[in-house]
């Protein structure tokens, strides 16, 4: 099973955590998250991502999640990415997260194929009426 780590502005990961535990009524396994905040040095965050990612690592890979590309958060993951073991994405949204927790056992290009478009998927304009 591929490990999931989001590495995001400050609470966000952890509410795409909590929200994910509602809706299937249970915490997965083999996921964390790393909140970076303002004031923290991105390179003092570096051996903690290490680590995380290490608890999440199943032996199968790890897929680094990020909200927004090019900014702090991004970076480090950036730093973490080892080709065909340790792969990102940026823009993690709900259906996201859901997608790749779906396809985790499908492999690392499967899982990231299935993430990304989950969250184009699931960009959406309401219908009126």
């Known amino acids: 099973m591929i490990g999931i ?5 400050g609470s966000f990961g952890e509410s795409l955590i909590q929200n994910v535990c509602h809706v299937l009524n249970k915490r997965p396994p ?10 923290d ?3 003092d965050m570096l051996p ?5 990612m290490k608890e999440v690592d199943g032996g199968e890979g790890v897929l680094l ?16 990415l ?9 823009g993690v949204n709900l259906p996201m997260l859901l997608r790749a927790l779906t396809y985790r056992e499908k492999g690392m290009e499967t899982m990231l194929q299935k993430a990304v478009s989950g969250a184009r998927d699931g960009v959406v ?4 009426g």
């Open 48 to 52: 903690l991502a290490r680590t995380l």
């Open 82 to 90: 080892e080709p065909g073991h340790v792969e990102g994405v940026s």
């Open 5 to 9: 780590l989001l590495i995001t502005h």
């Open 30 to 39: 083999l996921i964390a998250q790393l909140g970076v905040a303002a004031q």
């Open 41 to 43: 040095d991105p390179l």
């Open 125 to 128: 304009k309401l219908p009126v």
């Open 65 to 80: 999640m990020t909200d927004v590309f090019g900014a702090t958060p991004a970076n480090l993951a950036l730093k973490l």
